[in-house]
């Protein structure tokens, strides 16, 4: 059974143009992340929610942005995608933020920009 | 969080043991060392977890030295399926649950 789900699995959206990345879980988990992984590179975390408290790191653009309107759903929004911004998008929940053990990843949404 | 370091690639042949080091010399005595993997387009994967003893699952065995400045994930019997990266983090236990990853090891399992 499903518990991150990512939707769509595959994004493409053209430069400048607006566009949502979406994930839910069905974990009932206090934190979901958002993490950004390019070609061959390891992923990268770019804000997470703790409940409704949302976390930027500090080297986060803010032509991204996160929305979380319930405990289940969250939301990655990339205002003016660039060229830079393809990359595969990961989203990651755990129970607890001080909390010992694992976190559960989705299987990703691959964004391209044209 | 302590930076960690793992050889950039790995092979083993199959249903032999793939042994995959990381050196975090710079660990606190608070840091946990985590290790996930992550098939080729597909999210990353929890493996396993220690603070200082030994631990095992069935997945894999973490090793990890006396002096916590090493550890070793092993992968008793490895098969093609196992064919990924694998990523070794260290975090301490409450600094807000963020995973900060490394390189990581490619590991190839070769027929």
């Known amino acids: 059974d499903a518990m991150v789900i990512q939707n769509p699995r595959y994004q493409v959206t053209q430069f400048g143009k607006p566009v949502t990345l979406s994930c839910s879980q069905t974990?009932?988990?206090?934190?979901m992340y958002w993490y950004q992984q390019k070609s061959s590179q390891a992923p990268k975390l770019l804000f997470h929610?703790?409940?409704?408290?949302?976390?930027n790191e500090a080297d986060t653009p803010d032509n991204f942005q996160s929305r979380r309107p319930n405990t289940s759903f969250c939301f990655l929004d990339i205002r003016s995608p660039g060229l830079g911004d393809a990359a595969m998008y990961l989203c990651?929940?755990?129970?607890?933020?001080?909390?010992?053990?694992?976190?559960?990843f989705g299987p990703g949404t691959r964004l391209t920009v044209t | 969080d302590a930076k960690t370091t793992q050889p950039p690639s790995m092979d083993c042949a199959e249903g032999r043991a793939a042994n995959l080091p990381c050196n975090h010399s710079?660990?606190?005595?608070?840091?946990?060392v985590y290790w996930y993997r992550q098939i080729h387009s597909q999210g990353p994967q929890y493996i396993i977890h220690?603070?200082?003893n030994n631990e095992t699952n069935e997945m894999a065995s973490l090793i990890i030295t006396e002096d916590r400045k090493s550890s070793t994930l092993i992968l008793p019997h490895a098969t093609l399926r196992d064919t990924a990266v694998y990523y070794c983090?260290?975090?301490?236990?409450?600094?807000?649950?963020?995973?900060?990853f490394g390189t990581g090891t490619s590991l190839t399992v070769i027929p």
């Open positions: 990651a929940t755990s129970r607890d933020r001080g909390a010992l053990g694992e976190q559960y």
């Open positions: 974990l009932n988990h206090n934190v």
């Open positions: 929610y703790y409940d409704k408290d949302f976390n």
């Open positions: 710079t660990i606190s005595g608070n840091e946990y």
């Open positions: 220690g603070l200082k």
């Open positions: 983090i260290v975090r301490a236990r409450h600094t807000g649950n963020q995973f900060y």
